[in-house]
Nanobody, 114 residues
Framework: QVQLVESGGGVVQSGGSLRLSCAASGFTFNIYPMTWWRQAPGKEREFVGDISSDGSMPDYADTVKGRFTISRDNAKNMVYLQMDNLKPAATAVYYC???????WGQGTQVTVSS
């Protein structure tokens, strides 16, 4: 069965960095685009960015463009979210999702302190 498992969340000070990972299994990873989403307390889940199946075309929400970087390693069935210059507004649970599917991970909490 399809499984997506995020890791790498934690508490970081404003201006700091974190790298989230998503381990995928149960499907042919290298043919699917992958996406990252986040949900802040009391808010709807929002799109962060996505990456094409071969990793050549990452795309980002305007709110994170220039500070977040998505990459993937198809040999390891992994997708990553590098987050730099984090701000308190980035505090949320971060999820990976196989694009255009209902397959989500369980999420990993990111807390940015001011």
């Amino acid at each position: 069965q399809v499984q997506l498992v995020e890791s790498g969340g934690g508490v970081v000070q404003s201006g700091g960095s974190l790298r989230l990972s998503c381990a995928a299994s149960g499907f042919t990873f290298n043919i699917y685009p992958m996406t990252w989403w986040r949900q802040a307390p009391g808010k709807e889940r929002e799109f962060v960015g996505d990456i094409s199946s071969d990793g050549s075309m990452p795309d980002y929400a305007d709110t994170v463009k220039g500070r977040f970087t998505i990459s993937r390693d198809n040999a390891k069935n992994m997708v990553y979210l590098q987050m730099d210059n984090l701000k308190p507004a980035a505090t949320a649970v971060y999820y990976c999702r196989r694009r255009k599917s209902n397959y989500w991970g369980q999420g990993t909490q990111v807390t940015v302190s001011s």
